[in-house]
Every structure is written in C-alpha cells, then in structure tokens.
C-alpha cells in the first residue's frame, strides 16, 4: 500500500504533499532533518493522508494535490 500525505510546518505553517510506502517512517525522516527540502521547516504535522493500491495511483493524487495547492480544492482537502 502506498500513501500520499500533507504535512504542516509548526514552524511556517506551509504545507509539503508527497507520496511513500512507510508512511510512519517518512515523517520520522521529515521530523530528523533527513529530508532536504524540508530540513528547514522542521518540526513537520501529519494533517492528512490517504491509501493507494499502487505507486502510480498514489503518485497521480499527490500531482492532483499539488495541482490545488492554495485553492478552494485544497481547503476541502484539509477539512476532511
């Protein structure tokens, strides 16, 4: 199983959307600094996730996702 995720920076209140296959072990990554792009934002909130059979399906909603960023698609998102 595969997830696409959107976490919320404590520090500036952004939001990174990205897909794995350990959700747990992704946030960790995120929350140690073990990621790049979002090393400088850290501590990182999961706020939403959800399931997928595939990479392929879970990486398609996370590029639709992205796609809403800052949109009334994405606040709906974020109220579920």
């Keep these: 199983m595969f997830y696409v995720y959107i976490l919320q920076s404590r520090k500036d209140n952004r939001y990174y959307i990205g897909s794995t ?7 960790e990554n995120h929350n140690q600094g073990l990621v790049k792009s979002t090393k400088s934002r850290l501590p990182f909130e ?3 996730y959800e399931l997928y059979k ?5 990486r398609k909603r996370e590029n639709q996702i992205k796609r809403y960023k800052g ?3 994405f606040k ?3 109220q579920k």
């Design 54 to 58: 595939t990479l392929s399906e879970a």
């Design 46 to 48: 999961l706020i939403h």
């Design 21 to 27: 296959g350990n959700l747990n072990q992704r946030l």
């Design 76 to 78: 709906k998102i974020l």
């Design 71 to 73: 949109g009334n698609e």
